[in-house]
Nanobody
């Protein structure tokens, strides 16, 4: 089970940090990802971090250099630090877990959090 939190209303240029608390065992073995979905748009990949001690990170071009994904396996928690936020970042953000390498396709992720809304005002 995944529980996302940390969303809210922020002005353009501001920052937010999203968290995703995971329950269950073997959290460290899963690839963890963040996706987002804006109204009227498809769910899109934001970032992912590998599991199994590799912890390599990947980002969508639209967030590269502004967002940072990380994980704390001692707390079973995934994070997304979002800086220099833009109105185009407004969306519901979802955390997800994959027992494979995950990738950018949301269909590769078996477990999903409930989503947290991020609104960036101009």
């Amino acid at each position: 089970q995944l529980q996302a939190s940390g969303g809210g209303l922020v002005q353009a240029g501001g920052s937010l940090r999203l968290s995703c608390a995971a329950s269950g065992r073997a959290f460290n073995t899963y690839t963890m990802g963040w996706f987002r979905q804006a109204p009227g748009r498809e769910r899109e990949f934001v970032s992912r971090i590998a599991g199994r001690a590799a912890y390599r990170t990947y980002y969508a071009d639209s967030v590269k250099g502004r967002f940072t994904i990380s994980r704390d396996n001692t707390k079973n928690t995934l994070y997304l630090q979002m800086n220099s936020l833009e109105p185009e970042d407004t969306a519901v953000y979802y955390c997800a877990a994959s027992s494979t390498s995950g990738g950018t396709n949301y269909k590769a992720y078996e477990y999903w959090g409930q989503g947290t809304l991020v609104t960036v005002s101009s």
